[in-house]
């Protein structure tokens, strides 16, 4: 983020939300706050992940539930990625992973159930990678990339928990 840190922060106005810390004027910011003009104790952005030139987190606003944000350090840069659970369901995204210019992560929907998807930031280019079809899950945990692969554990419904991998298409 051209040197500036982002990071949490609470000081009780706000609630927990992120902030920017720019070394060459040596001052933090609110970076932006998701829930303004209504008062809410805090989005509590969580798993912040760097990558490419975006950061990746998880937040909560009272709009979308839980849900994928992404920052390129600037307040008109942050956005919400995509309401994967339309409303205030939560997706809970979790196990935010990086490779090249994306972003890998488990969410739950009421069609899919809890899977693998990707994503470079945007709602057009964020794809759910279904390992089980339906709405039962393959519950994907221990998303680890190597040699640009994204490696993982997930039960197809047929095999078991077995070790898949992917290069972030829904055909690999």
């Excluded at 209504?38 to 760097?50: E, I």
């Excluded at 919400?80 to 997706?91: P, Q, R, T, Y």
Aim: with cysteine.
């Amino acid at each position: 983020f051209q040197g500036k840190l982002v990071f949490t922060y609470d000081e009780y106005v706000h609630g927990e939300e992120l902030w920017v810390w720019d070394p060459i004027t040596d001052k933090a910011k609110l970076l932006a706050d998701l829930n303004a003009p209504r008062f809410n104790p805090s989005t509590s952005p969580q798993q912040l992940t760097p990558c490419g030139i975006l950061l990746f987190f998880v937040c909560e606003d009272l709009d979308h539930g839980q849900e994928l944000w992404a920052t390129d350090g600037t307040e008109t840069g942050t956005h919400l990625v995509l309401d994967l659970n339309a409303g205030l369901l939560d997706s809970a995204p979790m196990n935010l992973t990086t490779a090249k210019s994306r972003v890998y992560f488990t969410a739950v929907t009421a069609q899919t159930g809890r899977e693998l998807w990707c994503s470079n930031g945007s709602a057009e280019g964020t794809t759910l990678l279904d390992i089980r079809k339906g709405a039962d899950s393959s519950f994907p945990e221990n998303l680890t990339i190597c040699r640009d692969l994204l490696y993982f554990i997930a039960d197809d419904g047929v095999h078991g928990r077995e070790i898949w991998a992917s290069a972030g298409t829904p055909e690999s």
